[in-house]
């Protein structure tokens, strides 16, 4: 079970053959690496699944390697043209995950020196379009770890900037909390040719200027996303896990957040939050024993706006009315005057 979903293995995965598998996408959501947080979103497994699976069949015809089998209904896999009601589960090929060993306050990663192929590349591949408030970015500056000539800039940059192009981070996937790093790290860490990273970065190019392109027509500007890439069993990407949806990117509209971030946003404002940022500080693998606060619920009006927003977005990014929520434009705009009370 992970934070956000669960993984069913219906055909172990082996060096050779990918296997087969079923996210089971949940109402739960996680902020900040905590986990489980205390609300379910209600129908957000669904919406999550259900723009997951319109994304893939789109790349697929694009002629884009993805591991999506289809959607699960009445125990088979479908498309989503043939799905009668929505649906919370995928059906996918299953690639192995290879950990990293922990040694004291590091990982080892040279399991990957050996393992070639059929397996889950161990980094959350990102791109950014614009630098919103609450950036991870402007957090790496303020503490040097970043230069802004790092991520091609002439000068520091101000929250809120929109990129002349985008830029592409990438993190760690596998260890205890997600650490940026270099894409040389990256290119060492994996084992990648310098071929395998030129295209990585085109890929994670492509799938940016789609998703900014379909959400575009509903009047959202894409801030930022990520992706994940597995190899198959030839030694070539294949896109995994999930894709376009609002967990795995941070949109607006008119400048009002339309993702994950509004939880963020709520949850900053908190004493719990400072609570895990020093944490973090402290003890970077086992920084949640330190916290001592659980994370309060969101607030009743907040949580209501959330589900909807997910419905609403997934009905409008599909073209297909599958949940019974008011269009995505008068839910934000009810947004606008619940962060104005």
Not at 149 to 175: A, N
Not at 237 to 244: K, P, R, S
Request: proline fraction near 4%; aromatic fraction near 10%; hydrophobic fraction near 35%.
């Amino acid at each position: 079970m992970g934070s956000v979903k669960d993984l069913l293995v219906r055909e172990s995965p082996t060096a050779e053959k990918p296997g087969v598998g079923r996210f089971i996408f949940s109402d739960r959501y996680s902020v900040f690496d905590w986990g489980e947080m205390p609300d379910h979103i209600a129908k957000k497994g669904q919406a999550i699944c259900l723009v997951t699976a319109y994304f893939f069949e789109k790349l697929e015809a694009m002629g884009l390697k993805t591991h999506y089998l289809g959607v699960v209904e009445d125990g088979q896999a479908k498309r989503l043209k043939d799905l009668k009601a929505p649906s919370a589960t995928l059906e996918i090929k299953l690639l192995r995950v290879i950990k990293p060993e922990v040694k004291g306050e590091s990982y080892d990663y040279s399991i990957y020196k050996k393992e070639t192929k059929n397996f889950l590349i161990p980094l959350e591949i990102i791109y950014r379009n614009s630098l919103p408030e609450g950036s991870s970015v402007f957090k790496r500056l303020k503490e040097g770890s970043i230069k802004f000539t790092d991520l091609g800039l002439d000068k520091m940059p101000e929250p809120g900037q929109i990129l002349e192009k985008p830029i592409y981070d990438v993190s760690t996937k596998l260890e205890v909390t997600d650490r940026y790093i270099t894409w040389e790290e990256a290119k060492s860490i994996c084992q990648l040719s310098d071929q395998e990273l030129r295209e990585m970065k085109e890929i994670v190019a492509f799938i940016n200027d789609l998703i900014t392109k379909e959400t575009k027509k509903l009047g959202l500007f894409n801030e930022d996303g990520k992706i994940e890439l597995g190899f198959d069993e030839n030694r070539k990407f294949i896109l995994v896990d999930a894709l376009g949806t609002l967990d795995e990117c941070r949109f607006t509209y008119d400048g009002l957040p339309v993702s994950k971030e509004i939880a963020r946003i709520y949850y900053r404002q908190t004493e719990w939050f400072k609570e895990v940022e020093e944490a973090k500080k402290k003890d970077r693998l086992n920084w949640k024993s330190v916290v001592k606060s659980q994370p309060p619920k969101l607030p009743p009006n907040l949580y209501e706006t959330i589900s909807q927003i997910y419905q609403a977005y997934t009905n409008e990014i599909t073209g297909q009315n599958w949940f019974d929520v008011a269009s995505l434009h008068k839910i934000l705009e009810n947004l606008k005057k619940i962060a104005q009370s």
